[in-house]
């Protein structure tokens, strides 16, 4: 397989800069991969395709406002840290612009009581240390809801919630999980009320989700790892779903990414970096919910491996003639 095996033309207008609402209100294109059949619903009616007995498993990880603006203290000057991961107490993985100007040392303030120390550079990334007296409060109050770099505008003060899932718990990611964004709190009961069990997983959504893929040969891309943690009774809903001969549905590809790691390596939680793209074996999930995603992209990739290449590639053609909208907060399609 080669990285323009995965191209599709995508009209600019085409990529959603604000999500609909209410979030179920989106459009649902319905992939049927045994009859090869594509059918237009709105979100909403995801509830007709699942049945009793399946099991919609969802991500329940939170996004943080990673972004943080603020001035050197020695010269003033604007600096960005883009928060990527925490490695320990206050001390965090960071993306910084400028970062070869800084010190070991060298100090960020953000806000009079709330500043960064810079302390080492590893390859393009560097480590700090954030210090402030309550850093939930002041990571609410000054940081930035890390939008897509393609959803090309500032963050706004409603994308804190637009951004992240009714369902999100547990923080750690700087994107969110966004198959996820369409479900409301109405739309998740009346799922269940009609036999559908609902079941979580924690995958950390690192920035390499945004990582391009750059050498034609696809199988020479290194995946970015992340994070993930299933619960043991998650575990337990899944094994009672198979025996039952019903559907195990993924909302999202993280959620993908986290089981079928588990299926390889038997790790409930640990890093992966597993790199899903055709052929592929899937072990655990049978159906999925998914965003329209960028071309060329390990996403589009991965989705290509569940409904095959020429499928997937016929679909967001018909998606671009038929005017959906594409990304993180486009509109979903479901394949089943």
């Known amino acids: 397989m080669k990285l323009s095996d995965f191209d599709y033309h995508l009209p600019k207008e085409l990529i959603a800069k604000y999500p609909v609402e209410p979030r179920d209100s989106c459009r649902l294109m319905v992939l049927d991969r045994k009859n090869q059949t594509i059918e237009h619903r ?30 050197k203290e020695k010269t003033g000057a604007n600096l960005e840290v883009f928060l990527l991961k925490q490695v320990e107490d206050n001390v965090w993985e960071a993306l910084i612009k400028n970062i070869k100007r800084l010190k070991p040392g060298d100090r ?39 939008l897509p770099p393609y959803i090309e505008r500032p963050d706004e003060e409603k ?32 799922i269940k009320s009609k036999g559908v069990k609902i079941a979580y997983v924690t995958l950390h959504v690192g920035l390499g989700t945004f990582k391009p893929v750059k050498d034609e040969d696809i199988t020479k891309h290194k995946m970015h ?47 992966t970096n597993i790199f899903i793209y055709p052929p592929f074996e899937f072990k655990i999930v049978d159906k999925l919910i998914t965003n329209f995603h960028l071309p060329k992209s390990t996403l589009i990739m991965l989705v290509s491996a569940f409904a095959t290449r020429e499928f997937i590639l016929k679909a967001y053609n018909e998606a671009v003639k038929e005017k959906y909208r594409f990304f993180s907060y486009g509109d979903a399609m479901f394949i089943m």
């Open 42 to 71: 709105i979100f909403r009616d995801i509830v007709d395709y699942l049945k009793e007995g399946d099991l919609l498993v969802l991500n329940d990880t939170k996004v943080i406002p990673a972004r943080l603006i603020g001035k």
């Open 225 to 271: 790892e992340e994070f993930y943690s299933i619960p043991e009774e998650t575990l337990t809903m899944i094994k009672e779903t198979k025996e039952n001969g019903k559907s195990v549905i993924a909302v999202g590809t993280t959620v993908v990414r986290t089981l079928e790691s588990y299926a390889i390596t038997g790790k409930r939680e640990d890093y």
């Open 159 to 190: 994308d804190k919630q637009l951004y992240q899932t009714v369902f999100a718990k547990k923080e750690g990611s700087v994107a969110s999980p966004t198959a996820g964004l369409h479900f409301t709190t109405e739309l998740l009961e009346k």
């Open 108 to 146: 960020i303030f953000i806000s009079e009581d709330f500043f960064i120390e810079y302390l080492s550079r590893e390859e393009d990334k560097g480590f700090v240390k954030l210090h402030s007296k309550n850093l939930k409060e002041d990571l609410e109050k000054y940081g930035h809801i890390p």
